[in-house]
């Protein structure tokens, strides 16, 4: 099993729709948490952090459910340009802070 | 700054070529990092430094080695090239080991190997 697991969709939504992305980790002493980005062929970049209490950047909202052990990503007013590929990342509580990285949730937004 | 450069793009290797790919940061960053990604796997961590002279395992670093004589670059060593090492690889680096610090990606190096 995945240590991160996501949908990897695709999901194909209109203009102006609201999706939401989820994504489960296993590992419970897991300590921050992150959505990046990735377009096509390009590196990935921080979209957002994950706080306990949820934070909202924008049109992004991220959340944090740690009892279930599941981190969302909520995107309002859909624009093209967020056509992308979603990565959820957490880190490993030990001295490393390594970055364990989902494999993605591929996101079209179509006109 | 430039922020996190890689040389080359684009390469490609003949089974059982060696090379270097190439990591340079200027941002003076302690934590640099080398990931591969593969269609449906995700990035997966092959080495990191969280110093000049400090390197580690990641979960995948057969057929790789690193050194970090600097703290600016961080060279990947393919020893003997194999298809299963055909991959997109991405340098990273980021300020310090601490929680939350924001990681910054390299424009990756597309490796083929025949």
């Known amino acids: 099993r995945k240590e991160v697991e996501q949908d990897p969709g695709p999901f194909n939504v209109p203009e102006g729709a609201t999706v939401a992305f989820n994504c489960t980790y296993s590992?419970?002493?897991?300590?921050?948490f992150f959505w990046y980005r990735q377009d096509c062929r390009k590196e990935p970049k921080l979209l957002m952090s994950?706080?306990?209490s949820g934070n909202e950047d924008g049109r992004f909202t991220a959340q944090l459910n740690r009892a279930s052990q599941y981190i969302s990503l909520l995107i309002r007013d859909s624009k093209l340009s967020d056509s992308a590929t979603y990565l959820c990342?957490?880190?490993?509580?030990?001295?490393?802070?390594?970055?364990?990285f989902g494999s993605g949730t591929r996101l079209l937004v179509r006109p | 700054n430039a922020g996190v450069t890689q040389t080359p793009k684009f390469q490609v290797l003949k089974t059982g070529q060696s090379m270097t790919l190439q990591c340079a940061q200027d941002?003076?960053?302690?934590?640099m990092s080398w990931y591969r990604q593969d269609p449906g796997m995700g990035l997966r961590l092959i080495h990191y430094?969280?110093?000049?002279?400090?390197?580690d395992q990641g979960e995948v670093p057969n057929g790789y080695n690193v050194s970090r004589s600097t703290t600016e670059d961080f060279p990947l060593r393919l020893l003997s090239a194999a298809p299963s090492q055909t991959s997109v690889y991405f340098c990273?680096?980021?300020?310090?080991?601490?929680?939350?610090?924001?990681?910054?990606f390299g424009p990756g190096t597309r490796l083929l190997v025949l």
């Open positions: 990273a680096s980021r300020r310090g080991g601490r929680v939350g610090e924001t990681q910054y």
């Open positions: 590992n419970s002493a897991s300590q921050s």
């Open positions: 994950v706080y306990s």
């Open positions: 990342v957490v880190s490993r509580m030990d001295s490393s802070y390594k970055l364990i």
């Open positions: 941002m003076n960053h302690e934590y």
């Open positions: 430094s969280v110093g000049a002279g400090i390197t």
